[in-house]
């Protein structure tokens, strides 16, 4: 008596981890989300710390005496590190609060993103494959544009002297764009790398 065997190779087959070969992830969406998480890591290190530029200047003291001061400055806090504290800046110029709202909308657009990216990498469903596809896509881009439109504000500004600064300067300030401004950038650069790659992202087809 002939016992019909079924190996599992047939066209619904299912592999060693329990899925159809069209319910597998998509590889390139994976990536896209990876290098999204490490853009968003990146962006949120840079808004949240103090060296987006560091001020160096002369000032005068009650006693005539000249003093160099040196300020660290971030989104939403600066550090004299004559004094050595951290200070809130209160009364920030136009600027610097749209730079922060750039910034802010931009990781959020960040998060969308990430979001859609993972739907469409993990949800199996071809009526919305496209529009997850999409969503990802321009939302990531877009993201990139925003935090990247904000460092270009931000530098702008500083290089035309707009920096808050809370003591009265005495002569030239002296300033440098530090490593904060610069994971911003960075974090703009991975926004739109994962939107790229996003746009090559396919799933995985039914094998006949």
């Not at 920030?92 to 657009?109: D, H, K, T, Y």
């Not at 960040?110 to 919305?128: I, R």
């Not at 009265?168 to 790229?196: C, N, T």
Request: charged share 10%.
């Amino acid at each position: 008596m002939c016992i019909p065997i079924w190996f599992g190779f047939g066209p619904h087959s299912e592999d060693g981890y329990g899925l159809s070969p069209s319910k597998r992830p998509s590889k390139v969406g994976a990536v896209a989300m990876v290098v999204m998480f490490l853009g968003w890591i990146v962006e949120l290190v840079a808004i949240t710390t103090i060296y987006w530029a560091v001020f160096t200047w002369l000032t005068v003291d009650t006693q005539q005496r000249r003093l160099t001061i040196t300020e660290a400055h971030g989104l939403w806090k600066y550090c004299s590190k004559f004094i050595g504290l951290f200070v809130r800046c209160e009364h920030s110029p136009g600027w610097l609060v749209a730079v922060r709202a750039l910034n802010v909308i931009g990781m959020m657009f960040g998060s969308g993103a990430l979001v859609f990216m993972g739907l469409f990498t993990f949800l199996h469903s071809e009526k919305w494959n496209k529009i997850f596809k999409s969503s990802a896509l321009s939302s990531a881009i877009f993201s990139g544009v925003l935090v990247l439109i904000g460092a270009i504000v931000y530098g702008a500004s500083v290089s035309q002297g707009k920096a808050p600064l809370p003591n009265k300067p005495v002569g030239d300030v002296q300033y440098v764009l530090s490593w904060s401004f610069a994971l911003s950038i960075i974090a703009a650069i991975l926004f739109v790398i994962s939107g790229v790659i996003m746009g090559f992202a396919r799933k995985p087809r039914m094998i006949e």
